[in-house]
């Protein structure tokens, strides 16, 4: 598997593909929730801020449950970077780690 690093320089790069952007951004989430953190991985999804309709897509790909639930395929189409990396900042803001995010995201 990637290293962290390098997962962060997919994450910073808007020309990476995709689903690799999507994909290290659910690694980072998940790690850091379910291991650093000790926190249910599921529950960061629930914060208001992060169920509108824009984040629609971002929330689907990050949530674990989807996969199981086969509504997780990702569409090359559904995908903003823009919408995703605000919705990562999100995430992490949401939960009370902006000051890790913003020493991540550098």
């Known amino acids: 598997s990637e290293s962290t690093p390098r997962k962060k320089v997919v994450v ?11 994909n290290c951004m659910r690694n980072i989430i998940e790690y850091f929730f379910n291991f650093v953190q000790k926190k249910d991985f599921n529950n960061v999804f629930q914060k208001p801020a992060l ?23 990702f569409d090359i189409k559904e995908f903003d970077y823009s919408i995703f990396k605000d919705g990562l900042r999100l995430v992490f803001e949401e ?8 020493v991540m995201i550098k």
């Not at 910073?12 to 995709?18: G, Q």
């Not at 169920?51 to 395929?73: P, T, V």
């Open 95 to 102: 939960c009370g780690y902006s000051d890790h995010y913003k």
């Open 12 to 22: 910073k790069d808007d020309a990476s593909p995709p689903a690799l952007i999507a």
């Open 51 to 73: 169920s509108g309709d824009m984040y629609q897509a971002f929330s689907r790909y990050m949530n674990r449950e989807s996969h199981s639930l086969g509504q997780n395929i």
